[in-house]
Nanobody, 127 residues
Framework: QVQLVESGGGLVQAGVSLRLSCAAS????????MGWFRRAPGKEREFVAA????????RYADSVKGRFTISGDNAKNTVYLQMNSLKPEDTAVYYC????????????????????WGQGTQVTVSS
């Protein structure tokens, strides 16, 4: 059974950094793509970042490119999202996700390509 548990969210001021963690069980992150998505109040869920477990290729939404970094620690079976220079518009619930399909060379951007989701962690950025 695949379980994803996010942590690291909180209430911060604009300009600071946070690191989100996604601990995976029942799934080896080195074989599967892992993605981060977010849902802001009143908005649709949107793609943030993703990483291929096999190639380590990363992809980012334009809104976070240059500020956020996705990475994985295979030994801890954990994926991270380092978020720098946070803005109020980054306020959202952040979700970690993975697929049932291993070995994807390019991680998907679409949320419907992901099959397992964590419960989410709230990030609130005040101005």
């Amino acid at each position: 059974q695949v379980q994803l548990v996010e942590s690291g969210g909180g209430l911060v001021q604009a300009g600071v950094s946070l690191r989100l963690s996604c601990a995976a069980s029942g799934r080896t992150i080195s074989r599967y793509p892992m993605g981060w998505f977010r849902r802001a109040p009143g908005k649709e869920r949107e793609f943030v970042a993703a990483i291929s477990g096999t190639t380590r290729l990363t992809r980012y939404a334009d809104s976070v490119k240059g500020r956020f970094t996705i990475s994985g620690d295979n030994a801890k079976n954990t994926v991270y999202l380092q978020m720098n220079s946070l803005k109020p518009e980054d306020t959202a619930v952040y979700y970690c996700a993975t697929t049932v399909t291993p070995g994807l060379l390019v991680p998907p951007l679409e949320s419907n390509a992901y099959d397992y989701w964590g419960q989410g962690t709230q990030v609130t950025v005040s101005s």
